[in-house]
């Protein structure tokens, strides 16, 4: 998997982009077609508004596109929510994949169960 890492103007710290690189490839794992994560940081500037520190999440790959962001007062505290975020995005997707594959039958009705039993 590819991951990009940018920040607006300011440089990623090195701890910062290590831990969001290893917790972007885990939750990869879930959904192998996923080829490409960017991870955006942003700050907003409105001294009003407490959280400031924004991250943003990116996956494609195979025709789908995950998309989540969270904001917080720390980047790694972002980067935690985003994941929660993927990870739920990641199991409905998957569970719409396998259930679109694998069919559910329809039960059998005790009529004709009956009906069977008495013709035999």
Do not use: W, Y
């Not at 789908?64 to 985003?82: E, F, G, K, N, S």
């Amino acid at each position: 998997m590819d991951v990009v890492i940018t920040h607006g103007r300011r440089i990623v710290s090195d701890e910062i982009r290590s831990l969001t690189e290893e917790k972007v490839r885990r939750i990869a794992q879930h959904c192998p077609g996923l080829e490409r994560a960017e991870v955006h940081f942003t700050e907003e500037h409105n001294p009003r508004i407490t959280d400031r520190e924004r991250c943003e999440v990116i996956m494609s790959g195979h025709g789908r596109t995950i998309r989540a962001h969270a904001d917080a007062r720390v980047p790694l505290v972002a980067v935690d929510l985003v994941v929660e975020k993927l990870e739920h995005q990641l199991e409905k997707a998957k569970g719409r994949l396998v259930g679109r594959s694998q069919p559910r039958r329809r039960p059998v009705s005790t009529e004709s169960l009956f009906q069977r039993v008495r013709t035999a």
